[in-house]
């Protein structure tokens, strides 16, 4: 959804119109009949064959996903950016928008999904929010659906149809036509009602959905006869219709509707319509700053060079866009489409990068190509007006609410979902789970997660028909095959998920996690040696980061082999130097080998880390147990305690210190403590009846355990403990 193309997005109707009609240039076509239908009209009659072609033949649709993300989502932000800081009166214009964006925008990107060491610095509660991710999808299918508005109003401007209301008319249809193929596309409406409800807005059922359905519907029957009445009207006034704008918004709507409904090839849908409205921006920009240097020659800008009359600087043109690009297609995957979190810290920079990308690509383009600016006319429709004085003032008080109401609503999602993580998370997930179930039933993404939800529930049959399921609607799609293969692992029909995993392995060369699952498949089957190589073929795929090294750290650790899990370890702490996880990860698998002096250097390095964080201390205990050192565990559990007063595993560690030290007072009140947090233990009963015993209080001893037995009458070691403080 994050396309974008010169856009009418502020462009107000009645300002088009500066020239009449007889001064207007009556020719229908942007740029030529040939370049118009390649480029900007019929291009979807070439990239549908040829999109399908690919993948049903040599490219999963994973692949080609990453490819366009890259090529054609990220690199037609560069063209407009190109124009935004090559074109020398442009800059003068919007000076502090084109300076003060990037930042606020990046920073933005920054606190929604932040790094770890930042997350840890600012001690935020969270990895990655949604309410950014539901932005960028809202608006950029905005941003799409202005694309196609300003191409129109272009075509009336090209015949001296300026009235305003043909071009209320323009807007009306592509607001019908953009949000019919959102609520008319099961794929959509998973996607945007996913993003919703993980931002912590309210959960709807399918009746809001039909009814939402019904409105646009309706809506959009009326848009289209007003459309129809106009246009015969015009027919009768003898005034020219443009059959190129109509072929536009006939072959935009078509295709935007088409590619939505590809709800069993979802990634495809995606690719290309993204293809589409990359290859009319990448036509679009470099027409505009042809003609823009042809009239303004040196005074264009530092980037003029770029827009000469030859073959070598379009040459370079599209080197730079695949430059640019090349960066999104070379450290990601088609997976983490907009954020992504779990990385190392380096990835969690370069992905806001793409965000405030998008997210500038988005804002610029609501300004830079308003067809209602005399200057784009000039260089769009071939017109000899100039900017008058007016047009070159900005509303500056009307942009800077623009950019408050921008900020309310990304404080307002923010917080709506920071209060959602501060609740029950999993009753949550659960209702967007048979919410999602509900409003789009027969998705493959539903299916698997129901079959997930069968799995945790433990109905296994169940489970295992609806990954099947999911498998049969999408059986190309290797993210549906991983998950799949991730329900069939858990059901424990390891052998069928051998056999999804194994095809995807060969096909997929690039993304490590098909290769992991297969190397645990392999060691759950008996063949350790297998598992090993696949390890290391999921670390070979990716290299750089730390999660594939964290599996066969855990791998080597399960197979007793501690001095090589050592050395992968201290690679995953390379990777991610300022984890506190890692930290404590290396911190415990430095205690296994024997290395205990350095082990607490780990885990007082991730105490530094996380300084609220109580299991740093909990485990510098647990060292401290397995080298008999009681008072330095004493103090260990003591200040684990103090950040985290309700830990449990802490309580009765920390009390049987003290027994062991024969500290009674300390020992009883701290099994009073575990009592009160864990009533339904025995063992709760026992230590704390023990600690009175050994103190000298018999009577309190034998309360205690009373105390137990009413609670818990069937428990026998209770009745043993009596039986035995009798004697």
Request: one cysteine or more.
């Amino acid at each position: 959804m994050s396309t974008a193309v010169p856009s009418a997005e502020s462009a107000a109707p009645e300002k088009i119109g500066s020239s009449s009609p007889e001064e207007a240039p009556r020719r229908a076509w942007i740029i030529s009949p040939a370049w118009d239908l390649a480029y900007l009209v019929a291009t979807p009659l070439v990239i549908v064959p040829a999109v399908l072609l690919v993948v049903r033949n040599w490219v999963s649709p994973e692949k080609v996903a990453l490819t366009v993300i890259s090529f054609a989502s990220l690199g037609h932000h560069l063209p407009g950016f190109m124009r935004a800081y090559g074109d020398r009166e442009l800059f003068a214009r919007f000076r502090w928008r084109f300076l003060l964006a990037p930042p606020l925008l990046f920073l933005l990107a920054l606190l929604f999904s932040p790094p770890a060491w930042l997350a840890q610095r600012l001690d935020l509660p969270w990895g990655h929010l949604h309410g950014l991710e539901l932005i960028l999808l809202v608006w950029g299918t905005w941003h799409g659906l202005m694309q196609t508005y300003g191409f129109m109003r272009i075509y009336d401007v090209k015949l001296g149809e300026t009235k305003p209301r043909e071009a209320r008319l323009d807007h009306a249809l592509c607001l019908v036509m953009f949000i019919a193929g959102v609520v008319f596309s099961d794929s959509r409406v998973f996607g945007i009602a996913t993003a919703m409800w993980q931002a912590g807005l309210p959960v709807f059922g399918p009746e809001w959905l039909t009814t939402v359905r019904w409105t646009v519907g309706l809506a959009g029957t009326v848009v289209g006869l007003l459309y129809v009445v106009n246009l015969f009207v015009r027919w009768r006034e003898g005034r020219p219709v443009n059959g190129v704008k109509l072929l536009l918004a006939l072959s935009t709507g078509w295709f935007y509707w088409y590619t939505g409904r590809l709800s069993t090839n979802l990634l495809i849908g995606l690719a290309m319509f993204e293809i589409y409205h990359a290859v009319q921006y990448f036509a679009i920009v470099w027409i505009y700053n042809r003609r823009l240097f042809e009239r303004a020659g040196e005074r264009f800008g530092w980037l003029g060079f770029l827009f000469r009359d030859r073959a070598s600087m379009l040459g370079i043109y599209l080197a730079l866009i695949a430059a640019y690009s090349s960066i999104r297609y070379f450290t990601g995957d088609a997976s983490s489409y907009i954020f992504t979190s779990g990385g190392n810290d380096a990835y969690q920079w370069l992905f806001a990068l793409f965000v405030t990308s998008s997210l500038l690509h988005f804002y610029f383009d609501g300004f830079i190509w308003k067809v209602s600016d005399r200057r784009t006319q000039q260089n769009l429709v071939d017109s000899q007006s100039s900017a008058s004085r007016l047009e070159l003032s900005v509303p500056a008080m009307k942009h800077t609410a623009k950019w408050a109401v921008f900020a309310v609503l990304a404080c307002g999602l923010l917080l709506s979902e920071r209060k959602l993580l501060s609740g029950e998370t999993g009753k949550r997930e659960a209702e967007i789970r048979e919410g999602l179930a509900e409003l789009t039933p027969d998705l493959p993404e539903v299916q698997l997660l129901r079959s997930r939800a069968e799995l945790l529930a433990g109905n296994k049959v169940e489970a295992v028909r609806l990954a099947r399921a999911a498998v049969r609607l999408r059986p190309n799609a290797a993210n549906i095959h991983l998950n799949a293969a991730a329900v069939l692992m858990g059901s424990g029909d390891l052998e069928a998920a051998r056999e999804l995993l194994e095809p995807l392995v060969a096909k997929n060369s690039k993304e490590f996690q098909p290769a992991a699952d297969l190397a645990f498949v392999y060691d759950r089957q008996g063949n350790p040696e297998k598992a090993d190589a696949m390890y290391r073929e999921a670390i070979r795929r990716q290299p750089s980061l730390a999660e594939p090294r964290q599996q066969l750290v855990e791998f080597l650790r399960r197979h007793d082999r501690p001095i090589e899990a050592l050395k992968e370890m201290q690679r995953v702490a390379q990777l991610l130097p300022k984890d506190y996880q890692t930290a404590l990860a290396l911190g415990d698998v430095l205690k296994a080998t024997g290395e205990f002096d350095t082990a607490e250097q780990e885990f007082l390095r991730a105490a530094s880390l996380k300084p609220n964080s109580s299991e740093p201390y909990y485990q510098l205990g647990l060292l401290h147990l397995s080298q008999q050192a009681l008072p330095q565990a004493t103090l260990a559990f003591e200040q684990a305690i103090a950040l985290k007063p309700k830990r449990f595993d802490a309580q009765r560690l920390l009390g049987e210190c003290y027994y062991e030290q024969q500290a009674w007072p300390a020992a009883i009140e701290t099994f009073k403590e575990c009592l009160r947090l864990r009533p339904e233990l025995e063992e709760n009963y026992i230590n704390l009846a023990s600690a009175h015993d050994q103190n000298g209080n018999l009577t309190a001893a034998r309360a205690v355990l009373q105390a137990g037995i009413k609670r818990l009458p069937d428990a026998q070691q209770l009745q043993r403990a009596i039986e035995l403080l009798a004697e």
